[in-house]
């Protein structure tokens, strides 16, 4: 028996996916700034450096050319009895396809992307090109899910480009009406190592950044709650481009689509012993019939690609067997269930300067704002001015469109709230959402409270009551709901997922000074549990609480807090419920803020 991580030999090639927004909003039209309140003037925005078009699409000309020139015969496989997977090729490159598939509509997977790469190494010596192959899920604009082993040891951002907006491969320059974005940076789960086996051990998951919006839908990892979606017997379907016969390296001109049983874990420990995961992968598919008649089975070319149940990616083409056919096997993938804790962060960040770190708005009470941006190693470093501040009474981050630029809502002393966001070719612009926000005591946004991909928004009122604002993924909200009441004596605060379950929680602190916890539930009813809340410190008497999201950039939610002499405290996040801070581990990361009054 023979296994293989699934991401290709120098020529094969993986599926993407992506997720759709929508819904009304709060206001019937939105309307330009109001003069009642001082807002500061459109800000310029700082742009990523991307390569240009020509640049990318030369990029897969080149990749294409590679892969088709390599030698891409596989490894010979093992005899049935070998009990060791083969290792992959010295590039340490392997891929999935899909054999005994059907065409796909960019109608049905309007998500589903291709990541090219190449690297000529800087010689005139083709000998040493690399070129491979992947697919990938679109998860936000910006954002692309795929497999870790597609990832690591590459350098995307200076060799690779991706493909949206088709379901054909491209054809020289014509990419058949899609659309290509540059990769700006890549973040592959630190959990993830490749065998010597040549299968993944876990955490076969990566996300790419993109240097620009695809337009196209979205598809959402599943939530962490999700336990029905890998019941055995649960129907699934694959999407690839990869090798559609086992007989043959070459890929799929066209979008291909299968749909197989999840299997329980029994089944893949079974044929794959200790090399499958059960808890980090997914065991999917009928066994293998020995050869392409009969066998339904992703293959070279399509690691990367998503799982889909109920319309989420509840998994990522990850490894299986030599040539996908081999009698009695399955196919294995990353189950996103389980890392959707690790994931999530790295697609809703909270980063204004495009570092991968959640960065701080700070006021002076004479009314001068600015952004201050964190730095590996726990502290806060340069700060840019964002001019005259002073009408403003409350502003949060987040971002709202799933652009990748950080937004900001703010709200004016009139009671106008605002959406201040880039918009789309080269500044910072207010648009109002509406009137009468001075009737909330606090406004935070968590991120998805109601699991639909989207930042939502929650407002704690005067007489106590708490409200869920959901996201529409366009800067506004849809009809509020109320979602808790007896709240009046609490500060609410935070920004992400606190005890990595995969849902945004909320932290409230008490009169008395008690820090809580209270987990999301992913509910749009009931997005926070009152009944499990956890009490996550005492004493907690700052004179602000500020919550950005991941601030020394490993993966987990923080807290920033003033305290009444001024200095600044980094709380990092542990990810454990019952203790989600500790004060042994704070960092005094600024001194000297008793002259600022707002912060965000």
Known sequence: MTSTSRRAYKALPAAAAALALGGAVLTAAPAEASDAAPLPAPQAAQKMPAASQPELLQRIHDAEATLGASDTTTPA??????????????????????IGGTDATLAEAPWMVQLHYYDDKGTADTSDDEGYFCGGTLVAPAKVLTAAHCVAGLDWKDHGAVLGGTTQLPDGSDTHGGTVAGVWRQWVSPTY?????GAPSGGDFAVLTLSSDLPYKTLQVTPSSDTVSYNSGTPATVYGWGRTSSTSNDISLTLKKATVPVQPDSACTSYYGTDFKAGQMVCAGEPATGADAGTVSPCNGDSGGPLVVNGRIAGVVSWGVEDCVQSGAYSVF???????????????????NFDGLA???????????????????????????????????LVRQADLNRDFYQDYLVRTSDGTLYFYGFNGVDSYEFTKIGGGWNAMKNIVVPGDLNSDGLPD????????????????????????????????????????DYNNDGQADLLARDSSGDLWL???????????RG?????????????????????????????????SSGNLWLYPGRGVASAPFTGSTRVKVGWGYQGFNLFG
């Open 334 to 352: 990353a189950k996103t269930r389980s890392y959707v804790g690790a994931i999530n962060p790295r697609i809703d960040d909270t980063d204004l």
């Open 77 to 98: 496989a093992g005899s049935d009895t070998d009990p060791s997977p083969t290792a992959p090729s010295s590039s340490g490159t392997t891929d999935p396809k899909i």
């Open 359 to 393: 960065d701080l708005f700070a006021r002076t009470s004479g009314g001068d704002a600015y952004e201050y941006y964190a730095r590996p190693g726990k502290t806060l470093g340069d700060r840019f001015s964002l001019g005259d501040w002073s009408g403003a009474t």
């Open 193 to 197: 190592s490749l065998g010597a086996n």
């Open 518 to 528: 209270y987990p999301g539930s992913g509910n749009a009813a009931a997005p926070v």
């Open 457 to 496: 928004m929650l407002a704690q009122d005067t007489n106590g009551d708490l409200w869920l604002y959901p996201g529409l993924g366009n800067g506004f909200f849809g009809s509020r709901a109320k979602v808790g009441w007896g709240w009046g004596g609490m500060t609410i605060f935070g920004k992400g």
């Open 531 to 563: 009944s499990t809340r956890v009490k996550a410190g005492w004493g907690w008497n700052y004179a602000d609480y500020v919550t950005t999201g991941d601030v020394n950039g490993d993966g987990k939610a923080d807290l920033l807090t003033r305290d």
